[in-house]
């Protein structure tokens, strides 16, 4: 044990991290199948996607100005660039025109105005150490609103009494990426990295513990109608009204799941901690 150091175990935590993170990323894979065989987005929306792919863009360019000990966060953020840009071509391709107009607007207004005024902004205002500092407390502060998210997937748990919307396994991996990379981010000193996602494996468990709990559909309570439940970066429930009058529920598509950025924030979302 005398020969394993800190950056041996750093380095252990960030590859785990990279696998569970690419797994998270992936997860959506059977909706844009969906929307390429139907060759129709059917009322998904583009948002996780810009979402998961801002979140990417910043940890990316956090980690090239960090440089030293960077190398994970850059690996596992430029596949999360890759994936997430193709999920949003075919989401283009198939989309609505109206989709397509307010799709365009959100990455225009997100991925171009928001990132490149962070970049331009850190650039002239900062320099060194600080601008490291400032864009990794950017970056923590997006992870930290990527792993709030599933608050509102909780929420319709709670008032339904049914896990339908809130897959386990989805939950068990995204706290697992999260705890991979807290403790990656805590062996290298990279408390940007580790402390949101303190915030991700709490949302993780929280989740899990409340699956253990609604998992038994007797009691399960219905609501007259529910409109698209959306989480950013994290799961995406696609849902139908439910009509109660005659005790038949519509189907529903399938969940949706997108972590915006593997690394640091997973978060879920998001996941990345996604980096």
């Known amino acids: 044990m005398a020969g394993i150091t800190n950056e041996n175990l750093a380095i252990v935590f960030g590859v785990l991290g990279n696998i569970f993170s690419i797994l ?19 009322g998904f929306h583009s948002i996780p996607y810009s979402m998961a792919l801002f979140s ?5 360019y956090y980690a090239f100005l960090k440089v030293k000990g960077a190398f994970l966060l850059v690996t596992i953020n ?7 840009s193709v999920y949003l071509l075919i989401f283009m391709i198939y989309a609505s025109k109206k989709a397509k107009i307010q799709s365009g607007k959100l990455l225009l207004g997100l991925n171009v105005g928001a990132y490149g005024l962070i970049v331009v902004l850190t650039h002239l205002l900062t320099e060194g150490p600080q601008r490291i500092t400032v864009v990794g407390w950017i970056c923590a502060f997006f992870s930290v609103i990527v792993f709030a998210a599933p608050l509102s997937i909780m929420g319709i748990v709670i008032r339904t009494k049914s896990v339908e919307f809130m897959p386990f396994w989805l ?3 995204l706290t697992l990426c999260a705890v991979m990379w807290f403790f990656y981010g805590l062996l290298i000193k990279d408390y940007y990295v580790a402390t949101p996602n303190v915030l991700g494996f709490a949302f993780g468990i929280a989740q899990m513990t409340m699956y253990m709990l609604y998992r038994d559909p007797k009691g399960m309570i219905l609501p007259e109608s529910f409109g698209r439940c959306t989480i950013a970066a994290l799961p995406i429930t696609e849902c139908k009204k439910v009509n109660i009058s005659i005790g038949i529920k519509e189907p529903v598509k399938p969940t949706e799941t997108v972590v915006p950025s593997c690394g640091p924030d997973h978060g879920s979302p998001n996941l990345n901690n996604k980096v």
């Open 78 to 84: 430029c596949i999360g660039f890759a994936i997430e």
């Open 56 to 60: 990417a863009m910043l940890l990316l």
């Open 24 to 42: 998270v990323y992936l997860a959506p894979m059977p909706t844009f199948y969906r929307i390429f065989r139907r060759k129709s987005t059917e």
């Open 171 to 173: 939950s068990f991996f």
